[in-house]
């Protein structure tokens, strides 16, 4: 059981450049969130997809576009690079049991140059 | 009134101690509170969680005191173990509709020193 699955888990771009990082759980849950995390600021919320065909923005989506391929998967994209997004992203699918729950993956490092 | 606010940023503990995080929260509708410990390299994982309907929850080493009125919470780490040291992150939750909100404190880094 692999639980949430994120490639790649390194990635080198230069600015300007475009690309996508994958996510893919196999939980069976509706929602599915992309994270990035950044020294001293937590877990910021880029975008969110409450269930299959839905996409909604969070926290900080300036610069990033999603796709909910369908319920296992959720895409995350950067079609033009800035240095400013150098970060640690996580995809992260979530259990509505007793409580609100989140599933990480291992994340993917992204460096800008 | 939707953040989440963690302290300490970073502590140390020598083995065997007890370490102790904080956080705090402002919004009420808050239904669920997860501690997440992340190791170097690895994605945060559920560590313990608790509703606001309990004071406190144990499990093994690991248990959270949760002061309802204070809108306060905390994880307490007894017997302190050099494989505890981690980043942990508080949280706080509440689902509407066909979404959830999480809402993650900064985090704290512990050290536990042999």
């Known amino acids: 059981n692999a639980g949430v699955t994120q490639t790649p888990k390194f990635q080198v771009l230069k600015t300007g450049q475009s690309m996508t990082l994958q996510c893919a759980q196999d939980?069976?849950?509706?929602?599915m969130y992309w994270y990035r995390q950044d020294p001293g600021m937590g877990l910021r919320l880029i975008y969110y997809s409450a269930s299959e065909g839905t996409t909604d923005k969070g926290e900080v989506p300036n610069g990033y576009n999603v796709s909910r391929l369908n319920k296992r998967e959720f895409s995350l994209r950067l079609e033009s690079a800035a240095p400013s997004q150098t970060s640690v992203y996580f995809c992260?699918?979530?259990?509505?049991?007793?409580?609100?729950?989140?599933?990480f993956g291992q994340g993917t490092r992204l460096t800008v140059v | 009134q939707q953040q989440v606010k963690q302290s300490p940023q970073s502590l140390i503990v020598q083995k065997g101690g007890i370490s102790i995080i904080n956080c705090a929260y402002e919004n009420t509708a808050f239904d669920y509170f997860p501690w997440y410990q992340q190791f170097p390299g690895k994605g945060p994982a559920l560590l313990i969680a608790?509703?606001?309907?309990?004071s406190e929850k144990k499990e093994g080493r690991f248990t959270i005191s949760f002061n309802k009125s204070a809108k306060q919470f905390s994880l307490h780490i007894m017997d302190s173990q050099p494989g505890d040291s981690a980043t942990y992150f508080c949280?706080?939750?509440?689902?509407?509709?066909?979404?959830?909100?999480?809402?993650f404190g900064s985090g704290t880094r512990l050290s536990i020193r042999p």
């Open positions: 992260a699918s979530i259990s509505r049991g007793q409580g609100t729950e989140a599933f």
């Open positions: 939980m069976n849950h509706n929602s």
């Open positions: 608790i509703r606001p309907d309990v």
């Open positions: 949280a706080a939750t509440f689902s509407y509709s066909s979404a959830s909100k999480i809402i």
